[in-house]
C-alpha cells in the first residue's frame, strides 16, 4: 500500500514534468508558426503597396485587378476588395439613387471597419495559446514542486534524519519543476507581447489603408456631375 501511495506521488511530479514539456512544445509551435505568418504577410502587403505606387485609389486597384499573381488576396487587397465591392453596389444604382453618397460612405466605412475585425481575428489566432501558457505554466510548476517537497519531507520523516545528504536531493529534484515552469512562461510571455505590438502595426496600416480607399471614393463621387431632376 505504501508502494503505491509512493507511485502515485511520484507519478504526479513526472505528470507535471511532462505537462509542462508539451506547453513548451506548443509554445515554440505557435512562436514558428506566427513568425512565418507575419513575416509572409508583411511581404506580400508590401509588394501591394508597391503595385500601388503608395497611393490607394480606385485607378490604381483597377490597373492591377487582373494581375496574374492575384496580389488582392492578402489583408490589404482583402480590405479593400470588400469596400471595393460595396461601392460597385453603389454606382449599379440609377442616378437619382446615386446622389446619396452619404449613405453609401457610412456604408463602405462599415464594411471595412469589419473585415478590419475579421483581420484582427486572424491575426490574434494562437495568441491566447501564449497568453494561457504563459501566465498558467510557473503555477503548474510551483505545483509539482510543493508536491515533490511534500513527498520529500515524508520520506524524511520516515527515515528519521535531516542531514543536508537526505534533504538536498529531493528537494532540489523537487524545485525543477518550478524552473521548468519559468522556462516554458518567459518565451510565451515574450512571444505574446511581440506578436501583439506586430499585430497593432498590421491594424494599423489596414487603418491606413482603408482611409485612403474611403478618401478616394469621397473624391471620386464628388468629382462627379451632379444629375438634376428634369422638370415637367
Known amino acids: 500500500m505504501d508502494h503505491i501511495y509512493s507511485f502515485s506521488e511520484t507519478a504526479i511530479v513526472d505528470g507535471t514534468l511532462c505537462m509542462l514539456g508539451c506547453f513548451s512544445l506548443v509554445t515554440w509551435s505557435v512562436i514558428l508558426l506566427k513568425a512565418g505568418e507575419i513575416a509572409w504577410h508583411r511581404y506580400r502587403n508590401h509588394k501591394l503597396l508597391q503595385r500601388l505606387s503608395g497611393a490607394v485609389s480606385l485607378e490604381t486597384l483597377d490597373a492591377i485587378d487582373n494581375h496574374p499573381e492575384n496580389p488582392l488576396a492578402v489583408q490589404a487587397g482583402r480590405v479593400l476588395t470588400v469596400g471595393r465591392q460595396t461601392y460597385a453596389r453603389a454606382q449599379s444604382l440609377p442616378h437619382d439613387r446615386q446622389t446619396q453618397h452619404a ?36 503555477f503548474i510548476g510551483l505545483f509539482g514542486t510543493v508536491w515533490g517537497i ?12 535531516a542531514s543536508l545528504e537526505v534533504v538536498a536531493g529531493p528537494i532540489g529534484e523537487a524545485l ?20 501583439l505590438r506586430q499585430n497593432r502595426q498590421v491594424l494599423a496600416s489596414l487603418e491606413h489603408i482603408a482611409t485612403d480607399f474611403l478618401r478616394s471614393c469621397i473624391e471620386n463621387d464628388l468629382s462627379q456631375p451632379s444629375h438634376q431632376p428634369q422638370e415637367i
Not at 511534500?150 to 520520506?155: I, N, Q, S, V
Request: no cysteine; net charge neutral; aromatic share 8%.
Open 150 to 161: 511534500m513527498h520529500a519531507l515524508k520520506d524524511i520523516g520516515a527515515q528519521g534524519t
Open 176 to 195: 525543477i519543476a518550478t524552473a521548468l515552469g519559468i522556462a516554458v512562461a518567459i518565451p510565451a510571455v515574450i512571444a505574446y507581447n511581440f506578436f
Open 103 to 138: 449613405a453609401w460612405h457610412e456604408l463602405i466605412e462599415r464594411a471595412l471597419r469589419q473585415q478590419i475585425q475579421k483581420e484582427k481575428a486572424l491575426l490574434d489566432s494562437g495568441l491566447g495559446w501564449l497568453a494561457s501558457i504563459g501566465s498558467t505554466s510557473p
